[in-house]
């Protein structure tokens, strides 16, 4: 029912539902919510079984999430500087009591006065002195709602928790009523439910009375797994391989002018290059190459791991094109790499008259605006830039190869709109994501695929330990080394200023004393607070020894490139993925030297936490870590991940959903003639909003 009791619809305006105004409707928007569908939509990341009381005359343990009923009693309201408010009192059940406590929570004195007996549901933790106490408990009246399992949601904007969920509740019924885009035949042979019953059992689960059972069941849906989601994710992956589907027909059908090839041969190679590809680089050269001669458009994906010479092979796929007269855009996803991409490529291209151009937001607007001017009317050719080469106002005369350089970092909509600046240019798309073949492949559905599966000879795999606070004056000591011996050492750091949040070393915090032990250093400052030339300024003095030490932020995560460095000290490690240490870590071991990681941790870190950091310690595999990191990061996740693949799946998890993924795609081509599929289409719009650029398919 609407405010006014007419039947809710799915594509209502928030502005129907009880409790939402026109400003709590534009708080919403702003998160992507507009209707009563989208809402029912955002699934709960986990559940909270409050079905069980705890009784207050049994021991409870620090650290567990209780629900106790009872009354609080003793009620002080205590105003602290900065409008902070501190209320407490004590809760009692009439078996035993305990201390409760809200920080900053303005009204609750006032609802505790209303209610005679309540549900406190809350984390119970050790208070200085070694008492216990419930802190930030929600409450409800006991009148209100019986003990159930509680869906959990992530905030929207200033909506969470017990408000949020209300208002989710309110729009339950109309799942009844959405129209059930998969065809009935479908949902029968795959076994799949409804999407009303999905959504309806994922927002309010029918759990077994028995607590083995219940416990079980609660396991499951916070993996993701059982066919709730699964349904969700059936859809979402369908939706994916047909638009893949399309995609790849479209383009298969296009022809374009075929581009010399043979203009950059092996020996041309050896000129420019200081070294000799390796022979996983030849092959995926030659593999590109034939792409480019073959009269259809490229959309080729190259995966290589960290330091196996992508940007080289880049570089030569570039050249070509380039001498066949068309216009080439490489794009980076930070400023940073695209500064030192034009660099490298200058290098490179230095005998052969190419010029680079660069277009990043930080360029003067003058200076923008000339190199928009030469690349519309093409006396620039050759363009490195970021994000802003997708600007509505860059034009390209003749653009016929568009480089995207670490493909993680892009959604598939920001490339195909720099895809069609061009009439169809050809596409190359370069990624160090560790993902296994058959899985890229299927995600991947529209590229083809290369993969450079060989490192530079001589390379020594990177050492790493992990290293504890306690032994923080032994790290500086072989930091200390490691510069004597002419190594250079990157400090890496989670943040960059201390944080009330988040418990983290900080680059600011550490500086003064990192400069304190390490007098005769030379140490540069790189985070993303700096203006250009600061940075630039940072990256030169590490880059060329006068700074032998470089702290900074992950800004240095993909592809920084200097060779000389030796020795990466992570610090807060357990504050970074798996397969971002192992990114972060292939800034060193790019030389001859033998190489070196440290991962910085706290003592305190828990069993799991070591055994993770303890994997990277142990492989320098990116595929291995990949995996581990999946593993490790198990529950946590309920619904999409989004460090894998082009799209942000919502549901769907890329990992967990694997089997899907290739069940959806071989559905997609199957029915793709049949039409079966074609009221699925129709509704998809509706249902999935992952950033999978159809548009313009
Ligand atoms: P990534 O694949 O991580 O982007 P880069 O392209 O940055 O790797 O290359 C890593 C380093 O290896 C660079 O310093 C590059 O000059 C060097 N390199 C690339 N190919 C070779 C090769 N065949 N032999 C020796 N060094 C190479
Ligand atoms: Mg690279």
Redesign the pocket.
């Known amino acids: 029912m609407t405010a006014d009791g007419a039947e809710l619809l799915p594509g209502d305006p928030l502005t129907e539902l009880k409790g939402i105004g026109p400003k709590s409707a534009e708080t919403l928007s702003a998160e992507g919510f507009n209707t009563v569908l989208d809402l029912l939509l955002h699934l709960p990341r986990r559940y909270e079984d409050r079905t069980r009381v705890t009784g207050l005359d049994k021991p409870i343990e620090a650290g567990s999430w209780v629900l106790l009923r009872g009354s609080v009693t003793g009620v002080r309201v205590r105003r602290l500087p900065g409008r902070k408010i501190i209320v407490d009192g004590l809760v009692d059940d009439g078996r035993g009591n305990l201390k409760v406590v809200w920080f900053n929570h303005r009204w609750i004195h006032t609802r505790l006065a209303d209610e005679p007996e309540l549900y406190l549901y809350g984390q119970v933790r050790e208070a200085r002195g070694g008492s216990l106490q419930l802190v930030n408990p929600e409450i409800e009246a006991v009148s209100d709602e019986a003990p159930r399992i509680v869906p959990v949601y992530r905030r929207l904007g200033r909506f969470g928790g017990r408000r949020l969920r209300r208002i989710i509740e309110q729009c339950l019924p109309v799942a009844d009523g959405c129209h059930d885009p998969l065809p009935e035949t479908l949902q029968k042979r795959f076994g799949l439910p409804s999407l009303n019953e999905a959504l309806r059992e994922l927002h309010e689960p029918n759990l077994p009375e028995d607590d083995t059972r219940r416990a079980i069941a609660l396991e499951e849906l916070h993996r993701g797994g059982g066919p709730y989601h699964l349904r969700l994710a059936f859809d979402e992956l369908l939706a994916f391989a047909c638009a893949m589907g399309s995609r790849k027909a479209a383009r298969s059908s296009v022809r374009v002018p075929k581009i010399k090839t043979s203009v950059v041969d092996e020996s041309r190679v050896r000129e420019l ?6 022979g996983a ?1 030849r092959r995926v050269l030659g593999e590109i190459q034939a792409d480019l001669g073959s009269g259809k458009p490229m959309a080729r994906l190259v995966q ?9 092979v880049a570089a030569l796929a570039m050249l070509t094109v380039l001498d066949s007269g068309h216009q080439v855009a490489f794009m980076a996803p930070t400023e940073l790499l695209a500064e030192q991409h034009a660099r ?1 490529l200058s290098d490179v291209l230095a005998a052969t008259g190419h010029t680079v151009h660069q277009l990043t937001g930080s360029l003067l607007a003058a200076e923008q605006r000339r190199v928009r001017q030469e690349l519309a009317d093409g006396t620039a050719r050759l363009v490195v830039g970021t994000h802003a080469l997708f600007q509505e106002s860059v034009k390209f005369r003749d653009l016929g190869l568009v480089v995207v ?1 670490e493909q993680h970092r892009f959604g598939v909509t920001q490339r195909q709109a720099l895809a069609e600046k061009g009439k169809t240019p050809h596409l190359l798309v ?1 990624t ?1 994501t560790p993902i296994p073949r058959s899985l890229a492949l299927t995600v991947y559905g529209d590229l083809d695929l290369s993969v ?1 599966d060989e490192l ?3 390379r020594k795999a990177v050492r790493t330990h992990l290293r504890f606070e306690e032994s923080r004056s032994k790290v500086i000591d072989f930091v200390r080394d490691e510069i004597a011996a002419g190594g250079r050492v990157f400090v890496v750091y989670p943040i960059i200023d201390l944080s009330d949040e988040i418990e983290a070393a900080a680059l600011t915090d550490h500086e003064a004393s990192v400069r304190e032990a390490l007098p005769e250093a030379g140490i540069e400052i790189l985070h993303g607070r700096l203006d250009r030339t600061q940075r630039e300024e940072a990256i030169a003095r590490f880059r060329d020894g006068s700074a032998q030490v470089l702290l900074a932020t992950t800004v240095v995560e993909v ?1 920084v ?1 200097v ?1 000389q460095a030796s020795m990466i000290i992570i610090e807060s490690a357990h504050r970074f993925g798996l397969s971002q240490l192992h990114q972060l870590r ?1 800034r060193v071991g ?2 001859e030297r033998q190489a070196w990681c440290v991962l910085m941790a706290d003592s305190h870190l828990g069993e799991e936490a070591r055994r993770r950091l303890e994997v990277v310690c142990r492989s320098n595999d990116g595929f291995e870590i990949a995996e581990a990191d999946l593993e490790f990061r198990g529950p946590g996740e309920l619904t999409g991940i989004r460090q894998w693949g082009p799209a942000g799946f919502r549901f769907a998890n890329l990992f967990r959903d694997r089997t899907l993924i290739n069940v959806t795609k071989d559905l997609a081509a199957e029915c793709q003639s049949s039409g079966d599929l074609d009221d699925f289409l129709e509704n998809l719009s509706t249902y999935h909003r992952v950033d999978i650029g159809w548009a313009g398919d």
């Open positions: 290059l200081p070294f000799v590809l390796t680089q290589g791991d960290v330091g196996s010479g992508k940007t080289a490298t350089d370069m160090a450079i530079p000879p001589g592809g490139d060779p292939g790019r030389g």
